[in-house]
């Protein structure tokens, strides 16, 4: 079975016929338009990849693995999320930073499981894959906080937007 990723808005779409034959490209354009709207939370993104049955979502905005709720949601569901700490604005050399350290991505996808995977700016660096609660655990350390608090704070917010949206059911699983 193909591993699927879904990659954010800011990428080119692949070609017709994909990398390799074991991996599958979808762009969040092209899989739900809905979710390219602004208002759109990033960790509600997050869920519904999940829930649609992606292996990862690839974004160029790093800063999204060190909010609360998006942790949280990371922690909770099967999702790996692929991201660079230095971005460019290009979107074909982003694909191509991507196609490149492919083979290290799958490999960790198919050791550790779910994961935040940072990849070099360049081709000979390494990814850094990290486990969301570890990075849930160091962001409630940077904000001087027990780990249980953002969690729970964490918690209280996404499961109060879901209720907002009629749509905590939907994501049960994944909200304990």
């Known amino acids: 079975m193909a591993t699927r990723f ?20 979808t762009t969040l354009r092209a899989h739900d338009p809905a979710l390219v709207d602004p208002s759109v939370p990033d960790w509600y993104t ?10 990862a979502l690839v ?4 800063h999204q693995v060190e909010q609360a709720e998006e942790l949280w949601c990371l ?11 230095h971005a460019t604005d290009d979107p074909l050399q982003s694909w191509d930073r ?23 700016s360049s081709p000979r660096g390494r990814a850094q894959p ?16 027990m780990g249980q608090e953002v969690r729970g704070m964490a918690r209280r917010t996404v ?4 209720a907002a949206l009629g749509e905590r059911g939907r994501f049960a699983p994944y909200l304990g």
């Open 46 to 55: 997050y869920l519904r990849a999940a829930e649609d049955g992606f292996d």
């Open 130 to 145: 990290s486990r969301a609660t570890d990075l849930l655990g160091q962001l409630a350390r940077d904000l001087g906080r």
């Open 59 to 62: 974004v160029r905005d790093w």
């Open 159 to 162: 499961t109060t937007e879901l």
């Open 6 to 25: 879904l990659l954010d808005d800011a990428f080119v779409p692949p070609a017709p016929g994909g990398v390799d034959p074991l991996v599958s490209f």
């Open 75 to 85: 922690s909770r569901s099967p999702l790996s999320i692929v991201t660079w700490r």
């Open 98 to 120: 991507l196609v490149a350290h492919l083979p290290e991505v799958m490999a960790i996808l198919a050791g550790s499981g779910p994961s935040v995977i940072v990849l070099p």
